[in-house]
């Protein structure tokens, strides 16, 4: 059952679905359409809702076999490396200090600051660490970021640390610089799991729609994406872009950032969610 944060959270995109709920085909693509689900997506959904007995219901079931996707499986042989990855103002840093609190419960946690272009974007790090009582290989602006990877595997190995997280630099997806030094950072983690990260995961800011499609494309077909984190869905109507994301990249979303408070992050599940746009406030 989603707490009522949550419920909050989709209350912009619930109020477009509002009419569904007693859905009438003719006007059914066009909210869809407003809820950002994009011209193709929505069309598709009404063809297989339109010949329906019950439509909300047909509706519901659609939606939900859209945004399913099975989630990554994760070795459970420590250290479980996650990266985070995603474009300036995207809520990377934010995101991964919320991760450390969910890891947290779980076992011991070391932060990686690799993000070594952004001004004070260790410094940063270093705060969310304190308050959310893990440790941290912080770094220096201008720093080799693949270093400072190794340095936290190497310190995750001889302490026995249960979690990496690894947050890294913010810059367009059409960065070539950026796109080379994520690949570095990925190279390193294979000299201590030749896989490579458990979880790779893309943040992307619900705000921007489907405009967000494109960028995410560019960071899977580099670096291999195997999760995404949907950031800033607390103010934004524009969450039905989750569904072409979902089918066109075929990678799950694993979390719904609903907040700037280090619990706003919560587990997406593809039938809560669409559960939740048709429940009352």
Known sequence: MLYPKVKQAFAKLRSLFEPAKGVEINTLEEILIQADVGAKYAKLIVDKVKNQQNHATSLKNELIRL??????????????????????????????????????????????????????????????????????????????????????????????IETVLIDTAGRLHTSTNLIEELKKIKRVVTKFKPEGPDLNLLTIDATLGQNSIQQARVFTRELGINGIILTKFDGTAKGGAIIPICRELQIPVLYLGIGEDADDLVEFEAGEFVEALFESQ
Do not use: H
């Open 67 to 160: 945004l399913y996707l099975p989630k990554p499986d994760i070795v459970q042989e420590p250290p479980i490396v996650i990266m985070i990855c995603g474009i300036n103002g995207s809520g990377k840093t934010t995101t991964l200090a919320k991760l450390a609190r969910r890891y947290r419960e779980k076992g011991s946690v070391l932060l990686a600051s690799a993000d070594t272009y952004r001004d004070a974007a260790s410094e940063q790090l270093e705060i969310w660490a304190e308050r959310t009582n893990v440790e941290i290989v912080a770094s220096q602006k201008g720093q080799d970021a693949g270093a400072v990877v190794f340095d936290a595997l190497s310190k995750a190995k001889n302490k026995s």
